[in-house]
């Protein structure tokens, strides 16, 4: 099974500075991973797939890069509603897919 | 517009059962597999089982192996999780999630609002 790890479990920036969040495979995953936003009480909403690739409806202050093991999530200039929590999952080697233990991003 | 709606959580003793559907709408159903996720209270995201949509491949993560069993209807646009033997650690809100991707490649494209399932005595 892959593991996949976040860094670091809580960031604290302030709005309208960059965010930069880390997630890190076992083994290459290719560009097989997914990002996943989280607010308290809701379901995860899907960010980006294929490492870089925005979702329908996703502000472009989003932004993935990365392959193999190293993937990074970047917010641009940070909105009031994008303080939640950040999940990455590797979707290369399935079953099963695995997820982060999750970054949270909170205000400074 | 997609929408997947879960029901069926509650409060069950360990050792007991519990059926949780998920109701599907807005897109074609029996053309896609589906899965269930699950969220421990305060923990991250864990993947629970998959269904192909004939229902031809099932996969379970092996912490669920052997007592959870996933099914689905196509003509009524529903998923289903039959569980059994439950134990605290099964205590989690479950989601049922449309993946998106091809072949064995899939993320997560739309989940449900959830349903909680607390095993306690």
């Known amino acids: 099974e892959i593991v996949m790890t976040q860094s670091p479990a809580t960031l604290s920036v302030s709005p309208g500075e960059r965010a930069t969040l880390s997630c890190r495979a076992s083994?290459?995953?290719?560009?097989?991973l997914a990002w996943y936003q989280q607010k308290p009480g809701q379901a995860p909403r899907l960010l980006i797939y294929?490492?870089?690739t925005r979702a329908t409806g996703i502000p472009a202050r989003f932004s993935g890069s990365g392959s193999g093991t190293e993937f990074t999530l970047t917010i641009s200039s940070l909105q009031s509603e994008d303080f939640a929590v950040y999940y990455c999952?590797?979707?290369?080697?399935?079953?099963?897919?695995?997820f982060g233990q999750g970054t949270k991003l909170e205000i400074k | 517009e997609v929408q997947l709606v879960e029901s069926g959580g509650g409060l069950v003793k360990p050792g007991g059962s519990l059926r949780l559907s998920c109701a599907a709408s807005?897109?074609?159903?029996?053309?896609?597999?589906m899965n269930w996720v699950r969220q421990a209270p305060g923990k991250g995201l864990e993947w629970v089982s998959s269904?192909?949509?004939?229902?031809?491949?099932?996969y379970y993560a092996d912490s669920v192996k052997g007592r959870f069993t996933i099914s689905r209807d196509n003509a009524k646009n529903s998923l289903y999780l039959q569980m059994n033997s439950l134990r605290a650690e099964d205590t989690a809100v479950y989601y049922c999630?449309?993946?998106?991707?091809?072949?064995?490649?899939?993320?997560?494209?739309?989940w449900g609002q959830g349903t909680l399932v607390t095993v306690s005595s």
């Open positions: 999630a449309r993946p998106l991707g091809s072949g064995t490649k899939r993320y997560f494209d739309y």
């Open positions: 807005g897109f074609t159903f029996s053309s896609y597999s």
């Open positions: 269904i192909s949509s004939s229902s031809s491949y099932i």
């Open positions: 083994q290459s995953v290719s560009s097989n």
């Open positions: 294929g490492a870089s």
């Open positions: 999952q590797q979707y290369n080697n399935w079953p099963p897919c695995t």
